[in-house]
Nanobody, 115 residues
Framework: QVQLVESGGGYVQPGGSLRLSCAAS????????MGWDRQAPGKGRELVAG??????TNYADSVKGRFTISRDAKNTVYLQMNSLKPDDTAVYYC??????????WGQGTQVTVSS
């Protein structure tokens, strides 16, 4: 059983910052990549950022220069979000892709950016 547990969401004013964390546990074989998706009300889910086992990163154009994804040696992935905008309001989901092809998602954490 694989579990991804997110934390760090909340309410912040425009221009503020939040740091999301996602800890993976359970029967984890080799990890190929980890990342974050988000889904805003009435919209589809979109990729926010990803990081491979080799450390390569990719970002949605809408968050480049504002968000930073990182990962530690204990299978925890982070998303540092700066200069937050109301359009960043969404439920953020952590995801993990293993080398065996299986992908897992966390339960999601709400981020609300509003004045």
């Amino acid at each position: 059983q694989v579990q991804l547990v997110e934390s760090g969401g909340g309410y912040v004013q425009p221009g503020g910052s939040l740091r999301l964390s996602c800890a993976a546990s359970g029967s984890i074989s080799s990890i190929r990549a980890m990342g974050w998706d988000r889904q805003a009300p009435g919209k589809g889910r979109e990729l926010v950022a990803g990081i491979t086992s080799g450390g390569s990163t990719n970002y949605a154009d809408s968050v480049k220069g504002r968000f930073t994804i990182s990962r530690d040696a204990k299978n925890t992935v982070y998303l540092q979000m700066n200069s937050l905008k109301p359009d960043d309001t969404a439920v953020y989901y952590c995801n993990m892709l293993l080398t065996n092809g299986f992908r897992y998602w966390g339960q999601g954490t709400q981020v609300t950016v509003s004045s």
